[in-house]
């Protein structure tokens, strides 16, 4: 029979990639040739994308959907989707692939690996860090559950990024190549980075954030004391027009991935995490 691949998408509501890409998935997998099965969910919680918010509108207790699993269906609607999803969505699958992004304002890339690094650096992104699991997580359960789990970052915002759609389409089909599900070679990188720890900087001020990258500084390695970026007041903007900059952000370590983040920081820098250790 082989293997059932579990597509999850936009468990978080404004993580608006993960559904282009299972819809062309859709389009592009053969069942005649297909070794094993594919069980697709586009759309893990409906309530939150109508409503493009990460988290559960009306949540009565956690309204974050993936951080409740394993779930008491007797409780809040929170818990009653999550437990449907583990029931009748997690439970018949052997592997699983969780679609996300960065939400709102992030641009991400990259990939976590729960159980199974092989399968993740199968999927193609070129930083993949290795977890344990986050407690309350679909992708945790999955991993207790003995599963080889791969939670892919891809894109950000609320525009559908043809570059991280067709990401994502040709990492989940790399997936199923490796496991066999459909033939056909890998498609990877030429270098491919595995992080285990990472340190994230935070601002002392909330602000504006003036980045000193751009997106093509997406997973770059960049040298020890490199200027990230400044904070600065959006009332009075940079001292070059008589305003003042809060803090300057440098990178931490030699070996650092920024992962940037643009738009306006209230109350947190918004280029964060950067992995402080990398290994090849």
């Not at 468990?11 to 819809?23: A, K, L, N």
């Not at 920081?265 to 995490?273: E, T, V």
Request: include cysteine.
């Amino acid at each position: 029979m082989g293997p059932t691949l579990g597509v999850s998408a936009l468990i978080h509501g404004d993580e608006v990639t993960g559904p282009e890409v299972v819809r062309r998935l859709r389009e592009a997998i053969s069942p005649t040739r297909l070794r094993g099965r594919v069980r697709l969910v586009p759309v893990a919680n409906p309530l939150a994308y109508q409503t493009l918010t990460r988290g559960m509108p009306l949540a009565v207790e956690i309204g974050n959907l993936n951080r409740v699993f394993p779930a008491d269906p007797s409780l809040d609607l929170t818990a009653r989707l999550a437990h449907a999803l583990q029931t009748r969505f997690l439970d018949q699958v052997t592997h699983l692939v969780d679609l996300h992004a960065g939400g709102t304002f992030p641009i991400v890339d990259y990939s976590i690996s729960l159980r199974d690094l092989d399968l993740a650096l199968a999927f193609g992104q070129r930083v993949v860090r290795q977890v344990d699991g986050y407690a309350g997580t679909m992708g945790a359960l999955a991993a207790a559950q003995g599963k080889p789990v791969v939670i892919a970052e891809i894109g950000g915002g609320y525009a559908l990024d043809n570059q991280y759609i067709e990401m994502g389409v040709r990492g989940v089909l790399n997936v199923m190549r490796h496991l066999r599900m459909i033939d056909g070679g890998l498609e990877r990188p030429g270098r491919q980075t595995v992080i285990r720890d990472t340190a994230t900087l935070r601002p002392g001020h909330g602000g504006l954030l003036h980045s000193e990258l751009g997106a093509d500084a997406m997973i770059r390695e960049v040298p020890q004391g490199m200027l990230l970026g400044r904070v600065v007041s959006p009332h009075t903007h940079d001292a070059s027009r008589g305003g003042h900059c809060w803090q300057r952000a440098r990178g931490p370590d030699s070996a650092s991935l920024p992962w940037p983040r643009s738009g306006a920081s209230p109350s947190g820098w918004r280029s964060g995490p950067q992995p402080a250790a990398a290994s090849g």
